[in-house]
């Protein structure tokens, strides 16, 4: 039940700060708490409805039964069902892949819905794929409302954060989701962000004693490291930013500043240390290769080549950054430059733009979308400050000019739409697509766009109100962004956009006798595994033939004598390669060859089921020392018999 405790605790603080009358602060406000006014009102129905539509796309995207065979689960979700039972069920310090093994990875989310599930007695994936998005949506949105709200008296800054934080993405470009279904850890660890985000502006503006805040602080800083390093690694270059302009400036926060910054990077560093350090891999990313780019992979390069690839990644800073126009805006309005929501939120933004410059696999995505939590709020009042800034003041004119940049954002979104699906159409790996000139032709008509609306503003010079107005059009035109491409079949990956033989790709992952990943469920599979469910003690241990991929683990939530080699030997430390690999040449000598020979290691090491894919041994019968318990076309259960074993 240790799921459950982080919200009793909250919980019972809140009711104690209420008993004794004690307000938990404004955010940077010194406003009190208003209630559900009209645009807290708004943004709650604005961020239902879209919640309601990523839920039921994930429903009909996971189901949890079916008829035939299935192939639409993300290759990633069955190890993320495996580790969360082996983390519920076995602690840290084991492993359901291999006995005695450990997996280094940011598992905090799966052992929160590991545990969830033990406590319910749920199926398989019905946490991760219902539970998880469902929390992740709701608690989200709250921060994002009720923070967007305190410190904007926009009233359409609220929805604006509030869709830019479901369904915001990049302009011209995809993968830019803040909340995806397909990474439950990244779902979850955002709004951990977001909590520390919240948090840690509360101990900026604070002048009273903070001791337990920055306590509050540390904890949520560990608590999304260990929910996913690209939620932790652009705040510690926030927290850093903060600190350092607050000692050059010499403000008079500096002293929290350095103690907030202090109190970060020690708790970051210590859950790096005791749950990510020492894996074999490096989570696929590479530091400095031009290989398997997130541009090439998108079709962004206008070249083909190093050149290109090159070119194609600055496109995609374009993209990525047009998203957080508004934070611009602070940048430069003189009154928000220095504050440190700003100053925290430039930090996010340089981080995620920097680890997409420097890395590749695509992984270096996951930054940016992080980021792009908090930074939806801070984006969404920059273009509510912006707005005021063309209105002068004038509430009619403020709206008018809003109007007219919602307008014109549509545009800007058609055109980029456009360049999108029809550019991919006509390229392929080799020929250039016209995908690259979405993020550009996208910023020039928004620019145009910040002209058009800076002939209508009196307020400053010409130039600034021009940026103004971009800001603001940038930011509307990329709420929608998420849904790039959809329906038009040209949504994401093309392929890679360099010739494998112009660099080198770096050591192959551990292989062994499996070679396949299983992606392609049937029905009969998954009756066997609920039959295993039901009729397996769940400290059994089960060998299996489908040792490269987690699926049976994932399924029937027993530990395995060796499985998910793809994921264990990337994750676990490099000295368990050695046994895992053993562990697999057991297991599938004795489903192969059945012996007496092949059957001690089996009776050894204490299995009691077998899971065989027929298709990948000849043999079908195992006799006498394992008997067929049951049976599908795809599966066969076996038992094995402790009588027969060799002595």
């Not at 607050?246 to 210590?270: N, S």
């Not at 991929?549 to 430390?573: E, H, K």
């Not at 489903?591 to 090491?605: D, F, G, K, L, N």
């Amino acid at each position: 039940w240790g799921w459950a405790l982080p919200a009793v605790v909250v919980v019972v603080g809140w009711l104690v700060a209420r008993w004794r009358g004690r307000a938990w602060g404004a955010l940077g406000s010194t406003e009190r708490d208003s209630g559900v006014d009209r645009p807290v009102g708004a943004a709650l129905g604005v961020a239902g409805l879209l919640g309601l539509g990523m839920l039921a796309y994930n429903l009909r995207s996971y189901p949890l039964a079916w008829e035939g065979s299935w192939s639409g689960y993300h290759t990633d979700m069955p190890f993320f069902e495996a580790l969360a039972t082996s983390m519920a069920r076995l602690g840290p310090l084991d492993s359901i892949f291999l006995p005695g093994g450990q997996v280094r990875y940011h598992w905090l989310v799966y052992g929160w819905a590991g545990q969830v599930t033990e406590a319910s007695g749920a199926e398989p994936f019905v946490v991760l794929t219902r539970i998880v998005p469902l929390v992740s949506i709701i608690a989200g949105s709250f921060i994002v409302i009720s923070w967007a709200r305190r410190v904007s008296k926009v009233s359409w800054v609220p929805s604006v954060a509030a869709a830019l934080f479901l369904v915001g993405g990049y302009l011209g470009a995809v993968y830019g989701g803040v909340l995806t279904a397909d990474s439950p850890s990244q779902s979850m660890s955002v709004v951990w962000l977001l909590a520390f985000t919240v948090t840690y502006l509360h101990v900026m503006a604070s002048r009273a004693r903070t001791a337990w805040l920055m306590g509050l602080l540390a904890l949520l800083a560990f608590s999304m490291t260990g929910g996913k390093i690209s939620a932790a690694a652009p705040a510690l270059l926030g927290v850093l930013v903060v600190a350092v302009a607050a000692i050059v400036r010499r403000d008079a926060w500096r002293g929290r500043a350095l103690w907030a910054a202090g109190v970060t990077w020690v708790a970051v560093g210590l859950a790096f240390v005791l749950l990510l350090s020492g894996s074999s891999g490096s989570g696929g990313l590479m530091l400095g290769t031009l290989m398997d780019r997130a541009s090439s992979q998108q079709g962004l390069n206008p070249l083909d080549g190093p050149l290109g690839v090159i070119a194609g990644t600055a496109i995609l800073l374009v993209a990525i950054g047009a998203r957080w126009a508004g934070l611009l805006w602070l940048v430069i309005a003189r009154g928000t430059r220095w504050q440190p929501a700003t100053l925290f939120g430039a930090g996010l933004a340089v981080a995620s733009l920097a680890a997409v410059a420097a890395f590749n696999s695509t992984n270096e995505i996951w930054f940016a979308a992080a980021a792009a939590g908090p930074l939806s709020v801070l984006t969404a009042v920059g273009a509510g400050d912006a707005s005021e800034y063309l209105g002068s003041g004038d509430r009619r004119r403020t709206m008018r000019l809003a109007v007219m940049a919602a307008a014109w954002a549509v545009l800007v979104y058609a055109t980029v739409w456009a360049l999108w699906a029809t550019g991919a159409s006509g390229g392929n790996v080799w020929v250039s697509t016209l995908r690259w000139a979405g993020p550009v032709a996208g910023v020039a008509l928004a620019l145009l766009g910040g002209w058009i609306l800076s002939r209508r503003s009196g307020n400053g010079r010409l130039v600034v109100r021009v940026v103004a107005g971009a800001c603001l059009i940038l930011v509307f035109a990329t709420v929608p962004g998420r849904l790039l491409g959809v329906g038009t079949g040209q949504v994401g990956f093309l392929q890679n956009g360099l010739r494998n033989e112009w660099f080198s790709r770096g050591a192959n992952s551990v292989m062994g006798r499996d070679v396949d990943i299983v992606t392609d469920w049937t029905a009969t599979q998954m009756d066997a595994a609920r039959w295993l469910r039901e009729n397996a003690s769940m400290s059994d241990l089960l060998a299996t033939n489908l040792t490269f991929g987690p699926f049976v683990p994932a399924v029937t939530g027993l530990r395995t004598y060796a499985s998910g080699i793809l994921y264990q030997a990337a994750y676990g430390r490099p000295s368990i390669e050695e046994a895992l690999l053993r562990n697999e040449n057991e297991s599938w000598d004795f489903i192969v060859t059945p012996s007496a020979m092949t059957a001690a290691p089996m009776c050894a090491a204490g299995v009691q089921w077998i899971w065989v894919d027929p298709s990948l041994t000849p043999v079908t019968s195992w006799l006498p020392w394992a008997e067929v318990a049951f049976q599908t076309d795809d599966v066969a259960v076996l038992r094995l018999i402790p009588t027969a074993c060799p002595t």
